[in-house]
């Protein structure tokens, strides 16, 4: 198999795809989880915090400044933005669990494993 036939074979397999839209969806949905960190939640916890930017932090070792206050601001986003995706995962998985309670309680109940042994142990009496 030449390697251009390997390489079509490798990216037509489903979960390549699969991962694909998965890439293009989470990109968006990092858009959406980025607008609500920025424009909604870092301004309510900027009222609370009475303004506190970190980014402008730094310190002079001889002649390098070392600019820690980006990376501090930026774990603190990280860590929000975590947060935010932790809450709605777990709602989905909540809205998720409580579907599929609802179609199992609707299935209707099968004989048992032990009632299906019985029957097939009667059937062979029988003969």
């Given amino acids: 198999m030449g390697f251009i036939q390997e390489f079509k074979a490798f990216a037509m397999r489903g979960n390549v795809m699969d991962m694909a839209v998965g890439v293009i969806i989470g990109g968006a949905f990092g858009k959406i989880i980025t607008s609500l960190v920025d424009d909604i939640l870092m301004p309510v916890i900027g009222v609370a915090t009475g303004g506190v930017d970190f980014?402008?932090?730094?310190?002079?070792?001889?002649?390098?400044?070392?600019?820690?206050?980006?990376?501090?601001?930026?774990?603190?986003?990280?860590?929000?933005?975590?947060?935010?995706?932790?809450?709605?995962?777990?709602?989905?998985?909540?809205?998720?669990?409580?579907?599929?309670?609802?179609?199992?309680?609707?299935?209707?109940?099968?004989?048992?494993?032990?009632?299906?042994?019985?029957?097939?142990?009667d059937e062979m009496r029988k003969k």
């Fill in 55 to 121: 980014s402008d932090l730094s310190v002079k070792i001889m002649d390098a400044e070392v600019k820690y206050g980006n990376f501090v601001q930026n774990i603190i986003d990280f860590l929000i933005v975590a947060l935010c995706i932790f809450i709605m995962i777990k709602a989905m998985n909540k809205l998720t669990t409580k579907k599929k309670e609802e179609e199992a309680s609707a299935a209707p109940a099968g004989p048992t494993q032990e009632e299906l042994l019985q029957q097939i142990l």
